[in-house]
């Protein structure tokens, strides 16, 4: 009997130790204050967590008593890790949740990509957090594009900078003539330069929008903010602008849109951007190398018609002939608009009270399609 009850006494002694043994402590969450900052727990899991060249920065680590850990230690050189604090919290997670700050250094020339940050104490066991080092670089200049002769779908755009390797990148679309949307790839990059690639979803005569490179360890870092530095961006981003053949930007009527017979239509033909100079650069004449420049006729041919043409004719100072297919205008040099005047002789056959005309301007190689071509409706009326 005597045995019998010290044998139940010492596996009761047991039983109540191993129920009194703090569990074993695991990294189930991290808040770093950027991505998952506005989360109650945190990102799940242990890593790979942020973290750029050249910052300190303190990370909260969360698992079950995680905060029993005495020791950390991050691989490799460059980045150091220091215990910053250690809690217990309560914030819906199990019971018996810690919590241990990490306050990591970085030296500017932390050799990039992943890491691994060793717990240690942890009621006997090691834990391991992953951190990715990013390169802190910055795309600084973006070369001249040049003009682009025909509708462009793909222009290569090259950026140089510092500390850019492995780059990955993003778009912010602007403004396109037609409407598109762009689309960027990295083609090549090393630590100072950089290919990207943009492709758009339509044939453009001009585009605008802006580029971010990024360290591509962790395309989740960079989230584009317009002019700012954002974390893991290379830099606040470079503006691009992308011109191709000039086209008619707008068709409007500036006397109004409504006439009569016997009244006069004004047409105000304005481009994208002004017309350009006649002049260009010489080079060899007769094998003889000579230098300057020589003046041409310079300015935008564009082709228009008003429909229905045979129920106008023209007024001074406007070259206009109902039977031709298209009229042709030149803009100056240096202008950006022009005026056509026509006078409405009569209504057309069928239009009793009220009916629609149109006119259309093209540009380039006047095909029949956008960009290129641009129409305006104006109303004909009886009185």
């Known amino acids: 009997m005597r045995t019998t009850l010290r044998q139940l006494a010492t596996l009761s002694l047991l ?34 967590v942020a973290l750029e060249q050249g910052e300190t920065h303190v990370i909260n680590v969360k698992g079950q008593n995680v905060n029993f850990c005495s020791g950390a230690s991050v691989a490799g050189t460059n980045v150091t890790v220091a215990i910053a604090g250690t809690k217990l919290i309560a914030d819906g997670a199990s019971v018996g949740t810690g919590q241990i700050d990490l306050r990591f250094t970085l030296g500017a020339g932390a050799t990039p990509g992943n890491r691994n940050v060793s717990l240690t104490g942890c009621m006997g066991a090691n834990f391991t957090l992953v951190i990715v080092v990013l390169r802190n670089g910055t795309a600084s200049t973006l070369a001249a594009i040049p003009r682009q002769s025909d509708l462009f779908t793909t222009v290569d755009l090259t950026i140089t900078g510092t500390n850019i390797a492995n780059a990955g990148v993003r778009v912010v679309n602007g403004p396109t003539l037609p409407a598109a949307t762009a689309q960027a790839q990295v083609l090549t990059s090393t630590a100072t330069s950089a290919t990207v690639r943009l ?12 580029i971010f490179l990024f360290d591509n360890a962790f395309p989740g870092a960079c989230m584009p903010g317009i002019g700012v530095r954002t974390f893991g961006c290379y830099g606040p981003g470079l503006a691009y602008s992308i011109e191709g053949p000039n086209v008619v930007e707008s068709i409007s009527f500036p006397t109004g849109n409504r006439i009569t017979p016997g009244s006069v239509l004004t047409i105000r033909v304005r481009l994208l951007r002004p017309a350009p100079t006649g002049t260009f650069a010489i080079g060899t004449v007769t094998g003889v190398k000579q230098s300057g420049t020589v003046t041409t006729l310079g300015g935008e041919l564009v082709k228009w018609q008003v429909h229905p043409a ?74």
């Open 15 to 48: 039983a109540v130790g191993i129920l009194a043994r703090p569990a074993r402590a695991d990294i189930t969450h991290y808040q770093d204050g950027r991505f998952c900052a506005g989360l109650n727990l945190g990102c799940s899991g242990n890593g790979p």
């Open 310 to 383: 045979a129920n106008f004719a023209a007024e001074p100072g406007t070259t206009f002939s109902p039977t031709l297919e298209l009229n042709d205008i030149r803009i100056a040099a240096g202008a950006q608009q022009a005026d056509l005047v026509v006078r409405l002789i009569s209504l057309p056959a069928g239009c009793n009270l009220t009916c629609t005309g149109t006119v259309e301007a093209r540009t380039g190689d006047f095909r029949n399609a956008a960009p290129f071509k641009k129409t305006a409706t104006f109303t004909l009326a009886f009185q």
């Open 199 to 210: 492709t758009f979803s339509t044939g453009l005569a001009m585009a605008q929008g802006q």
